[in-house]
């Protein structure tokens, strides 16, 4: 795979979020928040009638186009903030960019800045990522 510093990565499109698998997620989590299954819960804390998707959820979005870039198994190291929530019914695109290549014990690998775009300068997840190339 060739590389260059500031190429995008391809997107990830993640439709529309739904709220059967935040209910999923929050049962094999056993996260007890209501937030991800209870929009009353939701609306009583300014979000309305959306529930509220786990963050881990949002970030293997992220992790989808990485592995769809760069292969399953390719990333090394993935740091990420929340900034803000992603909600049910968003339609949302998980989005990289190269920001550096570098080599270690023979292998190639790029660092990567990530992120979650919901629209125009709305980006509710951002990060880096370090992911080895395939050779």
Not at 6 to 29: F, K, Q
Not at 53 to 61: D, E, F, M
Not at 107 to 116: E, K
Request: neutral net charge; contains cysteine.
């Amino acid at each position: 795979m060739k590389a260059a510093v500031g190429d995008e990565i391809p997107g990830w499109l993640m439709e529309s979020v739904r709220p059967e698998r935040m209910r999923t997620m929050a049962a094999i989590l056993r996260d007890p928040n209501p937030v991800h299954w209870d929009r009353d819960a939701c609306d009583a804390i300014g979000f309305g009638q959306r529930t509220i998707n786990q963050g881990p959820l949002g970030l293997s979005y992220m992790v989808n186009m990485l592995h769809a870039w760069a292969g399953p198994g390719s990333i090394t190291r993935l740091i990420m903030t929340f900034p803000k929530a992603v909600l049910d019914g968003d339609r949302i695109t998980a989005r990289g960019e190269v920001t550096g290549l570098r080599e270690q014990s023979g292998r190639r690998y790029a660092d990567c800045r990530i992120w979650l775009d919901r629209g125009p300068d709305d980006y509710p997840l951002q990060g880096t990522a370090s992911v080895r190339l395939p050779d």
